[in-house]
């Protein structure tokens, strides 16, 4: 049997133990949904952190944005009506380095053209690698922003913070970009992320859900209630639930399912669902648009920019 030297089984002791803590934290997940809501901004907005709401403020103390990525919509049916954006920060307080990235703005046409999902899956590469099957514009658009530089300056990002937890934050086609971006920055850079996404659609197959928790930290894909667009692109399913095989859509881990309105002052609580098709979770019940836009009582594509002048 392989022993340790001495000298390494304190190190050996803390790292077992940070692997076995890692857990769903309310308090990350609520911070980092404002950063989702900010990648909603205009670029210019967000380029200069200026002009945002009390409250996105408030939620994102010690922030310095660094980069900010825009790219104009390609003809894929996914994207043409979206530009894609993120953005690359450092959040001082909580010693994070943030890569957020914008959600779909038509959320009725998005959800209808990523219902059919299934006959849009394929090999999705980005930067040489092959992540597998994934929808095509999901890949179409993380990979315009990761052309664009995007990974690159996470990467910097890190290396002049090297002691920061590399986050990736994103709601609705965001959380997509988001789950993309985790698995670029780990095939480039060798770095594992955490993940916290809001409303996510599945990205790609089973294989993908499978390499995508070997390539990060931790991930936790938060969904509302009835939120339809968690359940899409639709899984194959069989008689066992959603099928495995390589054609068909599968949710990443770990769901976390609030089955209310996620008001945490009136004691909301949330579920953490077994994988990432859990039966007894949100694939129980019906779909609903409204859970899809609002997150912790926040309307997500709204809480950090101003609305003609007021807040």
Not at 201 to 228: I, K, L, T
Request: aromatic share 12%; proline share 3%.
């Amino acid at each position: 049997a392989r022993s340790f030297h001495p000298m390494m089984r304190p190190l050996l002791v803390l790292l077992l133990s940070q692997v076995a803590t890692a857990a769903y934290d309310e308090a990350v997940a609520t911070s980092a949904l404002y950063y989702a809501s900010a990648a909603y901004c205009p670029p210019g907005k967000v380029g200069t952190w200026s002009d945002m709401s009390s409250s996105c403020s408030a939620s994102t103390s010690g922030f310095t944005v660094l980069n900010t990525f825009s790219v104009s919509p390609d003809d894929d049916d996914i994207t043409q009506s979206t530009h894609a954006f993120a953005y690359v920060g450092v959040d001082s307080e909580r010693g994070w380095v943030v890569g957020a990235f914008k959600g779909s703005n038509q959320t009725a046409d998005f959800a209808t053209d990523i219902s059919g999902g299934l006959r849009l899956f394929s090999s999705c590469e980005i930067a040489g690698n092959n992540f597998g099957h994934v929808h095509k514009g999901f890949c179409n658009y993380y990979k315009g922003i990761s052309e664009a530089g995007f990974a690159s300056a996470f990467s910097s990002a890190l290396k002049a913070n090297p002691t920061y937890t590399p986050i990736m934050i994103g709601h609705s086609l965001g959380g997509a970009a988001a789950v993309l971006a985790a698995m670029d920055i780990h095939a480039q850079f060798q770095v594992q992320s955490v993940v916290y996404t809001y409303g996510q659609p599945r990205v790609g197959n089973y294989d993908f859900s499978q390499d995508f928790s070997s390539a990060v930290a931790e991930a936790y894909r938060v969904v509302h209630s009835s939120d339809m667009v968690a359940h899409l692109p639709y899984c194959c399913v069989g008689l066992s639930g959603c099928r495995k095989t390589t054609e068909c859509p599968y949710h990443t881990t770990d769901e976390i399912w609030y089955n209310n309105d996620m008001d945490l002052a009136a004691g909301d609580t949330y579920v953490t669902c077994d994988g990432g098709e859990d039966s007894s979770c949100e694939n129980t019940i019906n779909l609903s648009i409204s859970d899809h836009l609002k997150y912790f009582e926040i309307d997500v594509g709204n809480a950090c920019c101003f609305v003609d002048g007021e807040e």
